[in-house]
């Protein structure tokens, strides 16, 4: 059992930034954050696996970037140029394979955090 703890996230206004960060109990290959909106599916920010490889959903490519320290099972989110339609609920993510990264079907969770973008 794999437990994720985040940490980050809060208000900010349109054309700033935050920072999410995710510290998982153990190693696991695949780690990524989604966000679910009020009436919206949930849905793939970016995900990382333990060796570097990289995916991002096509709304957030050049004003997110995720990173993640292997030595301390711990994944980034560095959201910049924030936008009003960012404003979600993102959860922490994690799983042995790759291939949940993509489906959605991860599985360990986070509690999930908020972020709010003021326009």
């Known amino acids: 059992q794999v437990q994720l703890v985040e940490s980050g996230g809060g208000l900010v206004q349109a054309g700033g930034s935050l920072s999410l960060s995710c510290a998982a109990s153990?190693?696991?290959?695949?780690m990524g954050w989604y966000r679910q909106a009020p009436g919206k599916q949930r849905e793939l920010v970016a995900g990382?696996?333990?060796?570097?490889?990289?995916k991002y959903t096509d709304s957030v490519k050049g004003r997110f970037s995720i990173s993640r320290d292997n030595a301390k099972n711990t994944v980034y989110l560095q959201m910049n140029s924030l936008k009003p339609e960012d404003t979600a609920v993102y959860y922490c993510?994690?799983?042995?394979?790759?291939?949940?990264?993509?489906?959605?079907?991860?599985?360990?969770w986070g509690q999930g955090t908020q972020v709010t973008v003021s326009s």
């Open positions: 993510a994690a799983d042995p394979s790759w291939a949940a990264l993509t489906s959605g079907t991860m599985k360990y």
């Open positions: 153990g190693t696991i290959f695949a």
């Open positions: 990382i696996s333990s060796l570097a490889i990289a």
